[in-house]
């Protein structure tokens, strides 16, 4: 039944040997790697707004634009020198690899913590900007927000978990249709506006007013809301092993064309929010009301631009369930995090790694109610800070490698570091008391966990070698058996384990705890009719604690083993069936077993006497 | 820690030997087994008051005193016809036992299952009734009633747990203070009207308008409503057993006092009703009301008043603390009910019926925001139920015993039976929408399980009784063992289990689920320097279910057997001190363990290996 359910919701098995299957070319890499960066466009312009609105009104348009140029500078920046990781690491240059690599443990801890962090809040994130695309062409949805958020969440969990990775055209269609659809809307817009001069005249009349003036601390905060936009380019060094050969040349041509596309889409989206001067509010997103005031409440177009959006915000999420279950599988190798996340699950996916992603999002959508704003302060701290970890990784391997044109190579990712560096200072310090700071804290929580994780995996990884000649451990001599026998009545279950404690051939003690005199004497007499030369041991407990008892008096036998000797301790267990019916009888041999399972010399022989139905 | 903790809460282990400890004389006897029935009073004339308010407004405490009269004459006939259930069952005669011995196993399920309905209902109710006492004297803790009324559950658990029978003395004081403090109410109240014409002007000008007139109807509900006044009476009749000798007549002389105290408490609280024209309102009891009429707001008799009132209440649902468990416990022996519920604790109380009692209960009390009446039409319906069936038992065990007088004798019992049958059809029938069909519900539904509770025990004993000659099914012959240990490492945990595998001096397989083909070398490498003559079976699992192919190859092995030959499956187990460190580490071992218990010729011996800290 349930091999069944898991084979429909899963698809069938894959082999191990199968895993090296389908790679792709630069054409599908860059939908697929991208889809992050791009849909990032979707709200960044919108962040950048609700800081500058409030303070400026109707003259924020023009900082508008200054604050996209910055933004687009530092990318430029971004693409220069991830291209020399794609070089340098074309086994995959995730932050954690290349800060542990040149900076060593702590380093890529941090890196570690705080893309784990990124990936959770970027499925969280584009769940919830991708529902609020549906809600804003839908208003009529809205009070269902959280629920189609956790709706798109388990859709992810379940095909990722089917393993998503196969069908690459699958995922990217959708990506160039939202490029096509946006370019279009971009240009229909700006012909709309310079050559036809068509702006509808409410949206300026809503602006609100001006509070106050334009300061850099202003800036910095519209600039550090707007870094949103630049999260995902990492995405494109960490998948090189994906690309078709030549991998690294494929890897920095598609990180090309997505610098290129981030950068028209997101400068033509301020621009036409400039034009169109697009006021942010609650219920619809800044797309959606661009769409409209290009294309018409209504039309076909403005539908398009919605559907288009909701389905690359869930392909960004995507990118998270990819990547984290790998960062935890890398991770559960070098003994950081649980080791079951290394384990690969029925289609050769991370399965663990996908179902916690899967819970933590859920977890945030709920306590965060959907709200993709309250969501961002936490997001681009983590991100900038492993941007910065590795590049300044990279300055310091082109330092130990040297090769050809090295300083100039080091430079390059210098500047790449002191400007992720400054970004992630400036994020932090202005997006502080907006959540900033919960991130700061969970950083370190996580490297903490991690450090002692390790430390638990290499103690027992201690206790358990081999370190001595192994031959030398196998005992030469054989050692007779000592065996003790429970009995509380005389059943076929009884029997059976006494038939099985007789063929160990060892010294048999065969002990009853008795609570009731009478039950005893009845037993008794049941016993003698077996014929046995082992006679029962009967203890009183007048305070009816027989497991305690019993306990007590394996410890005591404990104490007595020889050398090398160990205690067998057989215990009768019937199986019911159905395993409600277990609530009717007593969970006390399972406790225990348990109890006895804890003592070094006594080893717990079960008997099954499985119930008939 | 745990037994530290567990005996500072619960107080000292008591010895089975001393089960049979204080008994009560009569005096003390009284107020612990009529606490419930004394209690009821406190909210039975409410009741009454809220059925014919609505309809008769001003009108209505005239026949508020013509049903209090009805509920006297039921009263009467109820004591008559239990002081016989008294002179036959001196071992205790609740309706189950009645029941089941004279009319059969059905209606002694039926009463069993009302009785046990009744029983967490009395604990919700008095409980709530006791919380209704204390926020009327304080109005400020109504937000809390709740809260208050699930601390008095969890009072009663802890003390009956730690065994208040005890405390004979500490049970019977406040009773007494009730008792005495209502009465001195009751004559203080005449006093002031009958004598003083002291009767305050603003209660009769609140009377809501009269809006109907007096019908058969009204009547029968408001009827209905009060002979929540006579719950409780069976206490006396189930406790035979705990009076000092002459046991029955100590509960025979009990009984008519408890009728006294009721006929002199009800009528009174229901003339001064009468007397002042107290309404009921929502947010304090009439007992309340009445206390600041007689002895004006804020003196010390009113507080006196409320707190004992709490107090017996408290103590009413008290008796069901000892009651459900004892109801329990019987119905485990007959193997109706799991049979942990005749398990008897610490200190000889039945713990597991109290643990069931306080967690049903409080969720009452949460599902119905404490309040008490919408949980009264709940629980007069089994009372009676219980009663009827209990005194037709009573007829038919005279017919059957005959002796002096027996045919006056049954008349008695029989206008018990008639009048009981009669008052819960009524009730059944007026407070049928008001939520008595969830009893008449749940009745049929707890009857069922139970049968099917005994049909599963049934089931079990006679698949493990030994009808045979015991003896013959004991093996004189010796049979090698069949033996398998799986391999995923060589490690200590591995060698300690191949040790104890050698030991059984068996046929030994040493078995390999190769997921990973360079690990399973370095694997066979390791093993070859044990030195030992049994080769690795090693199996590959392209799939990477190693769990799977190990129980498809222990099925196999299963198959292979010969008559009476086990194979004994050997686990090594690593154990961890810290129980969260499990979470690092796989628990298939666990998962393997219990499916492969669930095979009929398979034993499993679990090797522990304790890692040190």
């Not at 790679?23 to 991208?34: C, E, R």
């Not at 048999?508 to 049941?526: C, F, G, M, R, W």
């Amino acid at each position: 039944m349930r091999a069944k359910l898991r084979s429909v919701l899963l698809g069938k098995a894959i082999k191990s040997a199968e895993s090296e299957s389908q790679k792709y070319s630069a054409f599908w890499g860059l939908p697929i790697l991208s889809s992050d960066a791009v849909s990032s466009v979707a709200y960044a312009g919108e962040e950048v707004l609700l800081v500058l609105i409030p303070v400026l009104g109707a003259a924020s348009y023009k900082p508008l634009l200054g604050v996209a140029a910055a933004i687009v500078a530092l990318l430029t920046i971004l693409v220069f020198s991830y291209r020399q990781t794609i070089d340098c690491y074309p086994q995959g240059g995730g932050s954690y690899s290349v800060a542990s690599d040149n900076l060593g443990r702590l380093p890529g801890l941090v890196a570690a913590a705080s893309l784990s962090i990124d990936y959770v809040l970027t499925v969280a994130v584009s769940v919830s900007a991708g529902t609020a695309a549906v809600t804003s062409a839908v208003p009529g949805l809205l009070p269902f927000k959280v629920y189609i958020a956790l709706l798109l969440v388990a859709f992810l969990t379940l095909g990722n978990l089917r393993g998503l990775r196969e069908s690459s055209i699958l995922f990217g269609v959708p990506t160039y249709l939202f490029i096509v659809s946006v370019i279009v809307m971009i240009l229909a817009g700006l012909v709309k506006v310079l050559i036809f001069h068509d702006v509808p005249a409410q949206t300026a009349a809503m602006l609100p007013r001006e509070t106050g003036g334009l300061s850099v601390l202003l800036l910095l905060k519209a600039f550090a809301s707007g870094c949103t936009a630049l999260t995902g380019v990492e995405a494109v060094s960490n998948g090189v092993p994906n690309f078709k050969n030549p991998a690294q040349k494929n890897a920095k041509k598609v990180l090309l064309l997505l610098a290129l596309l981030v950068l028209t889409v997101f400068v033509g989206i301020c621009t036409l929010i400039a034009l169109y001067q697009v006021v942010p509010g609650s219920s619809e997103t800044v797309v959606s009301k661009l769409a409209t005031n290009v294309f018409g409440t209504g039309s076909v177009m403005y539908y398009v631009i919605q559907a288009t959006t909701t389905l690359i915000l869930v392909m960004a999420a995507n990118t998270s369930f990819s990547g984290l279950p790998q960062l935890l599988s890398i991770l559960a190798r070098d003994s950081y995090v649980a080791r079951s996340f290394a384990d690969r699950g029925l289609r050769l996916n991370y399965s663990n790694g996908i179902l916690l992603l899967s819970v933590l999002s859920a977890g945030l959508v709920v306590i965060f109610q959907g709200d993709t704003h309250h969501l961002l302060p936490l997001y681009a701290v983590g991100v900038f800070l492993s941007f910065t970890l590795s590049q300044t990784g990279m300055v310091l391997h082109w330092r130990k490698v040297r090769g050809e044109r090295w300083k100039h190579k080091a430079v390059i990712n210098g500047i790449g570091a002191v400007t992720t560096a400054v970004t992630c200072v400036i994020i932090a310090a202005t997006k502080f008391i907006n959540g900033a700071w919960i991130v700061l804290i969970c950083i370190p929580v996580l490297v903490l966990l991690m450090l002692a994780i390790r430390k638990h995996y290499d103690h027992v990884r201690a206790n358990l070698a081999v370190t001595q000649d192994a031959g030398a451990l196998v005992l030469s001599h054989s050692v007779k058996a000592k065996i003790l026998l429970p009995i509380q009545s005389v059943n076929k279950s009884f029997i059976k384990a006494l038939n099985y404690a007789l063929s160990l051939d060892g010294d048999l003690e065969i002990y009853h705890v008795s609570t009731d005199a009478s039950v005893t004497e009845k037993l008794l007499n049941q016993y003698a009719t077996l014929g046995l030369k082992e006679k029962i041991v009967v203890e009183e407990a007048p305070y009816r604690n027989v497991n305690e008892l019993l306990i007590h008096h394996v410890d005591a036998m404990e104490k007595k083993l020889g050398a090398h000797e160990m205690l067998t301790v057989v215990l009768p267990q019937f199986i019911i069936p159905k395993w409600w019916h277990n609530i009717l009888h007593n969970q006390t041999s399972i406790r225990l077993r348990a109890s006895l399972l804890h003592r070094r010399n006594v080893v717990v022989v079960s008997i099954p006497y499985i119930i008939n139905e």
